[in-house]
């Protein structure tokens, strides 16, 4: 603490601290520890709240497991359902899309040109420039019924009938793809960048094919990049809702619409807040295994 | 198995710029060779061409009498230890110098029974489990040296591989690189901007400048009888005295320059062949240090002359005493620390003497840059 004192001097010491306290506690710690209390109460008016009524309970966590109790399923199918479906997804876009940037990542680190790989850096960051609904409605008219895509579809005669991809869904999982490969990209580009160019010549030079190479060299170097880009894009996808209200089909619901549903439809703040600590607690889960599986620390998937 | 490598007009060029131009060389089966020069010579840009890195823009490289024109660097009978020996550092030492045989396919077994040969090549039994940043800078260079010998290559290339070590471990790495080449009795192709390395190491030794050779010969060969004034000041130190040739007798060429006159032999100019020189041609004349004696010194010399002592440099071992003639010629002379030289202080016309034998003639051509 002195130390910091005395290396970043008192002015710009207490703002650092002030800044990042107020940052953590009123932006984070406190609504998160809020949302996690609400979700043990009983949605009850504004009113009775204080009252004999507002007991802690389970109810909320019950609801979404078993359902309402007058319901005579024996799970909340639907909920659980799309909550199952949502993280499956989520985890495969989160693979698609690590294997979609990962060249792309390599690519722009390692084998282009100063120049190249500036050019390539900027041509992926400017479309993020538009914002993410804008991009998603973009989607939708390219996927459309008589969309662009299926005009030159039809035009080039390849399909016959139009294809509907917006009830299949390839709107969605494009726009989720597409949604947050920068994430993905640059936490490997950071990660391949420091890898000396003479390994993966030495490689080569000792007889390694590229493939080799690659899961003997570049992807133990770069595995806290990969760890951090994955857990990054599954928790956005996941958490993503913008996406999914513009592209998924009627029949798709994305979990963050249900939460959305319970705060602003039903008027049901904790449940929707127990749906919520669902979402993050098993976000949070899939950073520990992460970590497990490409054997980093938090502190090194951070960098 | 050893490999010969046959360099034939090779050129490598980016753009306008010649990295390499018309380098032609046939280095020898179970040879230790040098290319030597200042950085940005092109001596690297040749090692990559013969490693197969980089294609020659022109020419043709052989191994072995074969053409390696499309063949990739996995596909040579080459092994390249790089400058900063690029070991991966998060492997252990064994899995490193295995790692040839991982990717073709060896089980783990004889994986690690010829990584424990070769560690034992290299006097490094027994560390295979470590990691490599464990090791000394020393005993990594020698992981780098087994790691290239893992594939069995016919040829050893190595890009300046002692340049990060310190003096000491240098010099000992000199010797072991040495001894190592005699065991495994491969050609090794070794670049190098310290003569001292290619001097100690080498069998024979290639001059490089500005992309182009300056000289190829023995180490006695390179020192004693440079062909160009860029080869007899780059490769040791040396005096150049600028005149012109006031009589050529047979070999011997009478030079005078500030005033003295000087007797010296006519250069080599290569393949046994001297230069041949005319009355006033502008030449220099180059004498080394060490051939430069104090008049009453016990050495016999045909050349006397008188310089001005300006200071004195010890160097541990010699002294190395700075002089000029009338203000402008440079004169450094080399004596053993053991010579007396306390009378020189602010003495003129310190009186010197050097042997016609121990001097060169050459052609006035560019020195290297000190």
């Keep these: 603490m002195n130390y910091f004192f005395n290396k970043n001097g008192p002015l710009i010491s207490t703002y650092l601290i002030i800044a990042i306290s107020f940052w953590l506690v009123f932006l984070i710690i406190i609504p998160q520890l809020y949302m996690f209390d609400l979700s043990f109460r009983p949605n009850i008016p504004p009113l009775l709240r204080g009252g004999p ?84 409605f973009a989607l939708r008219i390219l996927f459309a019924g008589e969309g662009f895509i299926n005009n030159v579809l039809l035009k080039l005669g390849l399909i016959d009938n139009g294809i509907n991809f917006i009830a299949m869904d390839v709107a969605l999982y494009t726009g989720l793809n597409y949604a947050y490969i920068l994430l993905m990209i640059f936490p490997l580009y950071n990660a391949m960048e420091t890898l000396d160019k003479n390994q993966l010549e030495a490689a080569e030079d000792l007889g390694s094919s590229m493939l080799k190479t690659h899961f003997r060299i570049v992807i133990p170097h770069a595995k806290a990049g990969i760890a951090s880009g994955c857990t990054m894009v599954f928790m956005l996808t996941a958490g993503a809702l913008a996406t999914p209200v513009v592209l998924s089909s009627p029949n798709t619901f994305w979990f963050t619409q249900l939460i959305y549903q319970w705060f602003n439809m039903n008027d049901n703040w904790p449940r929707g807040a127990a749906y919520s600590v669902v979402l993050l607690s098993v976000s949070v889960v899939f950073v520990l295994l992460m970590m497990k599986i490409f054997k980093v620390k938090i502190g090194e998937i951070v960098r | 198995m050893s490999a010969d490598v046959e360099l034939q007009n090779v050129s490598v060029s980016f753009g306008n710029f010649y990295a390499a131009k018309n380098v032609s060389v046939k280095i020898e089966k179970g040879e230790f060779f040098s290319f030597l020069g200042p950085s940005g010579c092109g001596k690297t840009t040749l090692l990559r061409a013969i490693s197969g890195f980089s294609e020659p823009s022109d020419g043709k490289i052989l191994i072995g009498n074969q053409d390696m024109a499309g063949i990739g660097p996995n596909k040579r009978p080459t092994s390249l230890i790089f400058q900063n020996l690029a070991l991966f ?98 050609t090794f192709i070794y670049i190098t901007h310290d003569q001292g390395e290619a001097l100690t ?132 002379c080399s004596v053993s620390n053991a010579v007396d030289t306390t009378v020189l202080s602010n003495s003129k016309n310190v009186e010197l003497k050097f042997s016609s034998r121990d001097a060169v003639v050459l052609p006035v051509g560019p020195l290297a840059v000190d």
Aim: with cysteine; net charge neutral.
């Design chain 2, 89 to 186: 550092p998060l492997m252990s030492v064994a899995d490193n110098i295995a790692f040839s045989l991982e990717v073709r396919g060896t089980g783990k077994l004889q994986r690690r029974k010829r990584a424990d040969e070769l560690l034992e090549l290299v006097a490094l039994s027994g560390q295979g489990d470590k990691k490599v940043h464990e090791l000394s800078g020393g005993q990594r260079q020698r992981v780098a040296i087994a790691r290239a010998l893992a594939i069995e290559p016919e040829v050893l290339l190595l890009d300046e591989p002692l340049s990060a070590l310190d003096l000491k471990l240098r010099q000992k790495m000199r010797i072991e690189l040495r001894e190592i080449q005699k065991r495994v009795g491969i």
């Design chain 2, 201 to 332: 190491m080498s069998d024979r030794i290639a001059v490089m400048n500005q992309g182009e050779l300056e000289q190829i010969g023995s180490c006695h060969n390179v020192y004693e009888s440079p062909c160009t004034p860029f080869v007899a000041t780059f490769v040791g130190e040396n005096n150049a005295f600028y005149g012109t040739v006031s009589a050529v007798d047979g070999d011997m060429v009478n030079v005078s320059a500030d005033g003295n006159n000087f007797s010296a032999k006519a250069g080599d100019l290569g393949e046994g062949k001297k230069y041949t020189f005319k009355k006033n041609d502008k030449v220099i004349m180059f004498v080394r240090p060490e051939s430069i004696f104090l008049k009453d010194q016990n050495n016999q010399a045909d050349n006397v002359f008188t310089a001005d002592f300006k200071a004195i440099e010890f160097e541990g071992n010699l002294k190395n005493i700075y002089m000029s003639i009338n203000g402008k010629q440079n004169v450094r």
């Design chain 1, 53 to 136: 009524d507002d007991v802690y309970t389970l109810t909320h966590y019950k609801h979404f497991l078993f359902g309402s109790e007058t319901s005579g399923e024996s799970y909340n199918y639907v909920d659980v359902g799309v909550f199952k479906d949502t993280i499956l997804i989520a985890v495969l876009i989160t693979l698609i899309n690590l294997c979609f940037c990962y060249p792309i990542a390599f690519y722009i680190a390692k084998v282009a040109s100063p120049n190249t790989a500036r050019l390539l850096i900027v041509s992926l960051i400017i479309p993020f420039w538009i914002n993410e609904l804008l991009r998603s």
